[in-house]
């Protein structure tokens, strides 16, 4: 059988990684623990937007925990589909954007003429 693309996260992998690289763990926690805590926005807005930024970035351990970390602020099934629906508009909506640069890119081709 195929190893899987996408590890299940293990306590040996963990340890593993703050081995490697302890100062950053340690220093990427505390900007985590910093970025969700309470502020302008509260928990729960701030991991639902962690849930959309997730699925447009695509990270599956992202997408799993930060669905349990909205889900634990009190984001209900619908807000979190909800969130998720933005990400898709706004992954969709770049892709739209960006064909700004296909198009003039083919006006600009030397001894083209527009289709």
């Known amino acids: 059988m195929d190893a899987p693309m996408y590890p299940h996260p293990t306590a040996g992998l963990a340890k593993r990684r703050a081995e490697l690289a302890p100062e950053a763990l340690s220093a990427f926690k505390a900007f985590s623990k910093a970025v969700f805590a309470p502020g302008a926005l509260d ?67 030397p001894g083209r003429k527009p289709a």
Do not use: F
């Not at 009190?74 to 807000?79: K, M, V």
């Open 43 to 109: 928990a729960k807005t701030k991991q639902l937007i962690a849930v959309a930024v997730a699925h447009v970035t695509q990270c599956p351990y992202c997408i799993k925990g930060h669905t349990e970390g909205a889900a634990r602020a009190g984001a209900s099934d619908a807000e979190i589909m909800e969130a998720i629906w933005v990400a898709a508009e706004m992954r969709a909506g770049g892709a739209y954007a960006h064909s700004n640069l296909a198009l003039q890119t083919l006006e600009d081709l």
